[in-house]
């Protein structure tokens, strides 16, 4: 008999998708053939199932607030201090484990503990942080575009964008040198380093060049909570059009009150998940939930609303509804880029929020646009052309 082998899964519980992503992996995994264990901290406990073969260990990760707060202020998340912490507690987690792979999802500390611990790693990503892709990176949401204008900060920011991102890996390199492992290019090395690399999209979407042969594409991870549907779902209007509208766990929720003056101003169904992060209530022709099953809902509406995240416009692309990012970290104006740049949706700034008109006509236009919807059907099919679950299971298998 075939022996067990054992893989750990690292969850960085910084946001909902960090935690979601590898445990949706983690679960497809045979249990006849692997011995599964997942170290997360707490935080997003309610998308563990309470019956499982999956063997969980607590960590510890900065907590979502004060990640948050670094993207939206342009900061280190992670400083020499904390990096250390984490991989003292990663190595002592897989020596008390001593598994055959491990599997992590931003949790960036592995790019330095796994290869001290000896153990093949995979990693977990999205392709447009991929050294391979192009090099088009937008300007975030930052405060100096309030007094210098977007042109400008703009500029500025493109000029000094190669030295921000190694600044960013700085505090990991001085780790790398300390334990005398080579040190990274920059943050886009940081971000995606493993043994192996599995990108979380489709090349059609996020193309790349010259891509090694250690770094593969898997598909798209779609996922929503496994909750009913509201009371209220079944007695809305059919004959008006749906709008969906999260911000997630990391968009900026305190802009959800405007986007919804605006949204609300339309002959439509204005369904709101707060993800627990507003006290929005509902009103009129407003909907509101602290979670809903997104992909069910998607499915009958015309439009996503989000932060721009892969999490929620891809759910939208997988089912041919085009996306409205509203984005306000890299990020999200990463993945919003490469989702204009194949008109399957639109990007807002999320400084611009304010702004009434700007939202709605732009929301008017994906509504009303026949290509939008065109090229999301288009970018569906291309989704589902993979299933990010039986590839990985192919991948693990392979090695």
């Not at 190669?162 to 492992?181: D, E, G, S, T």
Request: aromatic residues 12%.
């Amino acid at each position: 008999m075939p022996q067990t082998k054992r893989i750990l899964f690292f969850a960085e519980a910084v946001t909902l998708a960090h935690v979601v992503r590898p445990l949706v992996l983690a679960q497809s995994l045979d249990p006849k053939t692997y011995d599964v264990h997942f170290a997360c901290a707490e935080g997003f406990d309610f998308v563990f199932p309470e019956n499982s073969n999956i063997t969980r260990w607590p960590i510890k990760s900065i907590p979502s607030e004060q990640f948050i707060n670094a993207l939206a202020s342009g900061a280190r998340f992670y400083d020499k201090k904390t990096l250390s912490s984490y991989i003292k507690d990663d190595i002592e987690l897989i020596n008390k484990i001593k598994p055959d792979i491990i599997v992590g999802d931003f949790r960036l500390s592995l790019a330095i503990s796994a290869p001290l611990s000896h153990t093949p790693y995979i990693a977990l990503a999205n392709a447009h942080w991929s050294p391979y892709s192009q090099e088009n990176y937008p300007l975030p949401d930052h405060p100096m575009t309030r007094f210098l204008g977007y042109t400008i900060t703009n500029f500025f920011f493109q000029l000094i964008r190669p030295f921000v991102f190694k600044y960013h890996a700085h505090p990991h390199n001085q780790l790398r040198k300390q334990h005398h492992l080579e040190p990274m290019g920059d943050l886009r090395q940081v971000y995606t380093y493993g043994d192996y690399t599995l990108y979380l999209d489709v090349p059609e979407l996020i193309p790349t060049q010259k891509l090694p042969d250690n770094h593969h594409f898997i598909g798209p991870l779609i996922w929503s909570p496994d909750i009913p549907l509201p009371e209220w779902f079944e007695s809305l209007d059919k004959n008006k059009q749906k709008i969906y509208v999260t911000l997630g766990s990391s968009g900026a929720a305190d802009k959800l009150p405007e986007i919804m003056s605006v949204l609300s101003e339309f002959n439509a169904n204005i369904l709101v998940a707060t993800a627990s992060r507003s006290d929005i209530k509902m009103a009129g022709n407003v909907y509101v939930a602290d979670y809903l099953p997104g992909t069910e809902v998607i499915r009958e509406c015309d439009l996503v609303v989000c932060n721009g995240g892969s999490a929620t416009a891809y759910q939208a692309l997988s089912e041919g509804i085009p996306v409205l990012g509203i984005a306000s970290n890299m990020d999200q104006y990463l993945t919003m880029s490469y989702i204009e740049q194949t008109t399957t949706g639109l990007i807002i700034r999320s400084e611009q929020t304010q702004e009434g008109i700007l939202l709605k006509k732009t929301a008017s236009e994906l509504l009303n646009t026949p290509e939008y919807k065109t090229n999301a059907k288009t970018m569906k099919v291309l989704f589902h052309k993979h299933n990010c679950c039986i590839e990985f299971n192919s991948f693990i298998e392979s090695i």
